[in-house]
């Protein structure tokens, strides 16, 4: 009897564990059904409740914030990001998600400091300083670029735009002669 009792505990529970996985991901369907129409707001709502039912599935979190940030609401992406990036300390994505919202409000100089924090997170963080490197000339911290293309310099993949970008900002200095010298290097 206790047997035939705990089997049927575990069905019962099995099925509504189950049930959510399921609920859950025709909830993500329909989010992408609203992405797709551009109802980021009704894809937030959905990605959340997909969200609630599977509460240790990152990409559904993830997903609700990315589509805050697409329908403008940045300060709730700042302060959902942090409590997600708690839930999820190994998904730098949240932290990434939260500087691209700080940079939408025009707090670049606290996007910049977080991307610094990341870096000191990722094993090889190179692209992603590559990126910032970019967005930080782009928007106007050359000394922010600067420094990352500094960085960038000392690898080969990424030696060639960081040149070109400190030869921008510098035009009077030796950057432009070093990355001359690597053209012609390359091209022997």
């Not at 997903?63 to 997600?84: F, G, H, K, M």
């Not at 500087?99 to 963080?125: R, S």
Request: aromatic share 12%; hydrophobic share 45%.
């Amino acid at each position: 009897m206790r047997n035939t009792l705990l089997v049927l505990i575990l069905s019962v529970a099995l099925f509504f564990i189950g049930c959510a996985s399921s609920r859950a991901t025709a909830l993500a369907h329909q989010a992408e059904r609203q992405l797709a129409s551009e109802d980021f707001i009704g894809a937030a709502a959905s990605y959340q409740a997909a969200s609630t039912l599977r509460p240790k599935h990152a990409a559904y979190l993830y997903n609700s914030l990315w589509s805050r940030y697409q329908a403008n609401e940045y300060q709730e992406v700042i302060t959902l990001s942090d409590q997600a990036y708690q839930r999820f300390s190994t998904h730098s994505e949240f932290l990434l998600l939260k500087a691209k919202a700080l940079i939408a409000t025009g707090a670049a100089e606290d996007a910049f400091a977080l991307y610094e924090e990341i870096f000191a997170k990722e094993e090889h963080p190179e692209a992603l300083k590559e990126a910032v490197m970019d967005q930080a000339y782009a928007l106007g911290y050359d000394s922010v670029a600067t420094a990352l293309a500094l960085e960038l310099i000392s690898f080969r993949q990424y030696e060639t735009q960081a040149l070109s970008l400190l030869a921008e900002i510098y035009p009077d200095a030796w950057y432009e002669q070093a990355l001359h010298y690597l053209s012609h290097q390359v091209a022997e």
